[in-house]
């Protein structure tokens, strides 16, 4: 009984890693850590180094104990011997008699002890001597390296004839299946507050919320709060282009700088690259203060050129503030209006208070730009006064500000609703990197009923998809709308290499069909809502300036809660059956790619 009982746990586990229930990557990577470990010559330590290494690379731990079955007490020295005639030969000037090397490893061996394994490796090192030693360590990660290299593409290849011969011969078929998700309970926004919000993260009063969809939605309430701007407008963004929608902006910016507003833009070099001269001189012409982030220069160093700003914000008198996904370009603008149709997603927030939030990263953005020079044909404003220093004079100004804003915060607050708080979060260069993705993480450990995300470049790290696993197996509802058609094709091809671990896992992927899913938001248990421009790979958590905002409205988060499962319910879900047995080329090819997500 014991006996069979055994047998069937191991046809269990055996049918559950060939099967479906495990990505035939990671078991790829299980087999190649396995194959590693083969390497060292180690006896009664290669499984221990197996393990270690599969938990390393995500692999499957069961199937990394399998290639140890080809290494036994026979073996060891004939592979140490190769090794360490592959060792010599990668490294030049190696004395010694190499055909005594097989003596030399013999004696080492000979002080193995399997009762003390720690204490028999420091004796085989000191028999084998620091000649001896260098050049067989140097086989061993080579030939180790070499079997790893040799067994991941043969195991995805086997994997996958077995399991497309089992997925022929069952002839099942899986189309669009409806994604219906019950409306969570309702939930207070004090209750929200304390359950999911970073409290180390003050919130801020504010007057009005408007979720904002598609450029055919956004663009014209930009545009309008642009016209109604009397004293000052600030728009950063990643994309600044020369086509129908850019020409709309800068007519109604340069207006605004001809009535007396203070405009001030910024773009980035990398995102904006093509933006001509004309354009940028037009608004300098018209009193518009310009400013490029990090543009090529032959004295700054080349890394630099791989932080960029990927905020979307437009601040118009201190009052009005827009985050979100959108860039100024056609891409986001609407079909009829000549436009891509891209879909994304974008906010608007009234108040002084998250305006001002929006200001200050505008600010930091600001003095670290290159600033172009005023167009000396240009109406200049009035000079400042002489007997103070222009910095002295901005520091004032800024006190100033502030205090105007309090004391109209303060006056404001007892007629507000007390459930109308934003949280404002911005990463920074080196401090406060990792603050958007902490805000995340906390609330998804949360989460109670379900998780809806819309994503656009969806590559997200351990991380998150341990979280995102934990909060499947607490009974939560996690889905994730992704980009089938994405303008990075890289980007797309590297998170794609993802989709079977997060598939396996419980987390249900949709993908968007139609044209370019650009939006970040995502909203748990209806409470909790988020909006801005941060994706889930390693550009927005190391890389790119980012800003979102974060609200416990219940209004909000509902309306937020209904468009996301809208948007979900046009696309088309995953199945981790038909996704596994996708061509190998499309696998070789995405696991390629996902070497190289840390520029991605």
């Not at 919000?197 to 504010?206: M, Q, S, V």
């Not at 700003?309 to 891409?331: E, S, Y």
């Not at 200001?359 to 002489?386: G, I, M, S, V, Y």
């Not at 105007?404 to 990463?427: I, M």
């Amino acid at each position: 009984m014991p006996a069979r009982r055994s047998w069937i746990a191991l046809r269990r586990t055996i049918r559950r890693i060939v099967h479906h229930t495990d990505p035939k990557e990671r078991i790829a990577r299980g087999v190649a850590a396995g194959f590693f470990a083969t390497a060292f010559p180690l006896p009664g330590l290669q499984i221990p180094l197996s393990l270690l290494c599969a938990f390393a690379v995500n692999g499957n731990r069961f199937v990394s104990i399998f290639p140890q079955f080809l290494s036994n007490t026979l073996t060891v020295l004939p592979i140490a011997y190769l090794e360490f005639r592959i060792g010599a030969w990668f490294r030049p000037g190696t004395s010694g008699d190499l055909d005594g090397v097989y003596a030399a490893l013999a004696r080492a061996l000979g002080q193995w002890n399997w009762t003390a394994p720690f204490d028999s490796i420091g004796n085989c090192v000191q028999a084998l001597g620091i000649e001896l030693l260098a050049p067989l360590f140097l086989g061993v990660l080579l030939l180790g390296v070499a079997l790893a290299v040799l067994s991941y593409p043969l195991t995805i290849l086997s994997v996958f004839m077995w399991r497309r011969r089992r997925f022929l011969r069952n002839g099942k078929s899986y189309g669009h299946l409806p994604f219906l998700l019950e409306a969570p309970p309702a939930t207070t926004a004090l209750e929200a507050k304390a359950r999911y919000a970073l409290h180390k993260i003050p919130f801020e009063r504010a007057e009005k919320l408007q979720l904002l969809v598609n450029g055919r939605e956004a663009f014209p309430e930009m545009l309008r709060a642009i016209d109604g701007a009397r004293s000052s407008v600030d728009l950063e963004s990643y994309i600044l282009r020369f086509d129908k929608t850019g020409e709309r902006f800068k007519l109604a910016l340069c207006a605004a700088a001809q009535r007396g507003a203070q405009v001030r833009v910024i773009y980035d070099f990398i995102g904006s690259l093509g933006l001509p001269q004309a354009y940028i001189d037009a608004l300098r012409a018209a009193g518009v203060s310009v400013a490029v982030y990090h543009p090529f220069r032959g004295w700054r160093r080349i890394w630099s050129l791989n932080r960029r700003t990927h905020r979307k914000i437009l601040v118009v008198d201190g009052q009005v503030a827009f985050t979100g996904g959108l860039n100024i370009a056609d891409d986001y603008a609407a079909v009829e209006d000549g436009g891509k149709g891209w879909r994304d997603t974008h906010l608007r927030v009234d108040g002084p208070a998250p305006a001002l939030a929006l200001a200050h990263l505008f600010q930091f953005t600001w003095r670290r730009a290159h600033k172009f020079p005023p167009d000396p044909k240009a109406q200049e404003p009035k000079p400042p006064h002489r007997w103070m220093p222009t910095q002295v004079l901005e520091h004032v100004r800024e006190n100033r500000e502030s205090k105007r804003q309090a004391r109209l915060q303060a006056e404001k607050d007892a007629r507000l609703p007390p459930a109308l708080e934003v949280q404002v979060l911005g990463n920074r260069e080196f401090r406060k990197r990792h603050l958007i993705r902490l805000a995340y993480l906390h609330a998804i450990n949360r989460a109670r009923h379900s998780i809806l995300i819309e994503n656009a470049y969806f590559i997200p790290d351990r991380g998150v998809q341990r979280a995102l696993a934990r909060a499947v197996k607490r009974g939560v509802e996690v889905a994730v709308c992704v980009a089938r058609n994405s303008d990075v094709e890289l980007a797309a091809q590297a998170g794609r290499a993802l989709y079977a671990d997060i598939l396996h896992k419980g987390v249900r992927l949709f993908e968007w069909p139609e044209g370019m899913l650009h939006a970040k938001t995502a909203v748990i248990d209806g409470a909790w809502s988020i909006v801005g421009s941060y994706n889930f790979n390693q550009r927005s958590l190391l890389h790119d300036l980012e800003a979102v905002v974060v609200t416990c409205d219940p209004a909000f988060s509902r309306r937020l809660f209904e468009q996301t499962q809208a948007d979900i319910a046009r696309c088309t879900e995953l199945r981790p059956e038909v996704h596994d047995v996708r061509a190998l080329t499309q696998i070789l090819l995405q696991t390629f790619c996902f070497q190289f997500r840390h520029w991605l």
